[in-house]
């Protein structure tokens, strides 16, 4: 159940991979930006969806085999993520966020979940993901708090750097976490990498997007690449496929006689 429901909300979803581009951290050159302002108004804009469907190819590492998924997101902005994942064209799991939380369900030993965001947060190794965090998670958007005041701008010869010059300390739901941040954005302001390091743990969350191509006037990644490294070390390559921008139906309901299972 876990490796399904891993892949459905830390991506939804838990490198290499021949259709992914490296992406390589550019070498900051500390060069004042111009504008402040304009920098963050770009990265912070807010896209103007009100659907999106995207089909994508999963792979994950985790120490257990598992096939390569085919995974069907479907976001509508600010109200809910749906996903249904198939693998050699058998439905194997389903799971859909809202503002209330994160629910799910895998056929193959019946089981499910229906919790807060207390449990993606757990899987990612972080305290502050909400449904709108991981709509900007999954369409490559800014994800994490940003004030401006505590983070460091510099231009570089890839694009620009924002780093946090002092540990940056989040509360939500009664606990709190710090963390060393560093993202990295081409220079039309695609994000390209995200570094999140707990300060006080090896605990580290990466996100890696590559591929932008832009689809109704709406620039989206077609590869992103999830590492969290905690007790182990886990990888998700969505690579994207295809993006719709029509509405559909996003079914969701647990089947009889299937198992909760317990957050732990």
């Keep these: 159940m876990k490796k399904y429901i891993i892949l459905s909300f830390a991506a939804l979803s838990i490198i290499s991979c021949k259709t992914v581009s490296t992406v390589n951290k550019p070498v900051n050159s500390n060069l004042p930006v111009a504008s402040d302002a304009s920098f963050y108004k770009k990265i912070l804009a ?6 999106l469907k995207i089909n994508s190819k999963v792979d994950i590492e985790n120490g257990s085999f598992i096939p390569t998924l085919n995974a069907t997101l479907y976001l509508e902005k600010d109200k809910k993520v749906w996903l249904n994942l198939s693998a050699l064209f058998i439905n194997v799991a389903r799971g859909l966020a809202d ?42 958007k800014t994800f994490i708090p940003i004030n401006e005041n505590d983070f460091k701008l510099t231009k570089n010869s890839a694009g620009y750097n924002l780093k946090s010059v002092k540990n940056q300390i989040i509360s939500n739901n009664g606990k709190t976490s710090e963390y060393i941040i560093d993202l990295n954005y081409t220079s039309d302001f695609h994000l390209s990498t995200v570094t999140l390091q707990d300060a006080k743990s090896p605990d580290k969350l ?5 591929n932008w191509e832009i689809n109704n006037n709406i620039s989206l990644p077609k590869n992103v690449k999830i590492i969290i490294n905690g007790k182990k070390r886990s990888e998700i390559l969505l690579e994207n496929t295809r993006f719709d921008f029509s509405k559909m139906d996003t079914p969701y309901s647990v089947p009889n006689n299937y198992q909760k299972t317990e957050i732990k």
């Design 99 to 140: 503002e209330q939380g994160v629910k799910g369900y895998e056929i193959y030993n019946k089981t499910y979940i229906d919790s807060n965001f207390g449990y993606l947060n757990n899987l990612l190794n972080v305290n502050f993901i909400d449904l709108k965090s991981l709509q900007n998670l999954l369409t490559g």
């Design 46 to 51: 807010e896209e103007s969806y009100e659907a």
């Design 206 to 210: 990466e996100v890696l997007y590559s």
